[in-house]
Structure formats: C-alpha cells, structure tokens
Nanobody, 122 residues
C-alpha cells in the first residue's frame, strides 16, 4: 500500500495561485492512475482532476477547467496540481488519491492522503 502526503495548501486572495504537491512513499505510483479531490465544509467530496497512469490523458471538473493543471513526475513519485485564478468557491481540503490497480483507468481510488487546506479569500 502506498502512503500519500499532500503539501502546498494555504491562504491566498482571489485571483492568486497555489501549487499543490503529493509525494508517494512505500511503492511507486508510476503505473497508477491518480487524482486530486476536494471537500468543502458541508459538501460531498468531489473530483477535481484526474490523470491516467501514463500521463497521456487528463480530465477536469468543469468549474476548474482552464484554471487548474494536473501533472505527474514518476521519477519523483509525485503528483501536482497547479491552481491559478483561484476563487473563493475553491476553498476546500484537497486530497490526492491513487487507483487500486496498476495500468487501470477505471479502478476505484483506494489510497488517499490526509489532505491540505486551501482557503481563498475574496
């Protein structure tokens, strides 16, 4: 099982940027699909961005398209989320997650980090 640790969250004004990182330990994530999720107070957790195990395909929830970019560096066993033009509605705890089976783009997300808080002030 892999351990995931997020970092890079913080407080930023609307229109600002943050860069989140997720570093994996325990095993490689290089052949696992990965994703970023977020959960705001009183709301369900939602998928923000996903990336296939090869990095060849990425998807984003509509509200972040054009503003957020997901990427991965398999050599560093890491996943990233660049967030630009942040809005107050982006305020949430952000989690990274890894799919449960290597080489799969449909397996459930099984391994989760503890999350990093992102707060966007208006």
């Amino acid at each position: 099982q892999v351990q995931l640790e997020e970092s890079g969250g913080g407080l930023v004004q609307a229109g600002g940027s943050l860069s989140l990182s997720c570093v994996a330990s325990g095993r490689t994530i290089g052949n696992y699909g990965m994703g970023w999720f977020r959960q705001a107070p009183g709301k369900d957790r939602e998928s923000v961005a996903t990336i296939t195990w090869s990095g060849g395909s990425k998807s984003y929830t509509d509200s972040v398209k054009g503003r957020f970019t997901i990427s991965r560096d398999n050599a560093k066993n890491a996943l990233y989320l660049q967030m630009n033009n942040l809005k107050p509605e982006d305020t949430a705890v952000y989690f990274c997650a890894a799919r449960s089976r290597p080489g799969s783009n449909s397996a459930e997300y099984r391994d989760w980090g503890r999350g990093t808080q992102v707060t966007v002030s208006s």
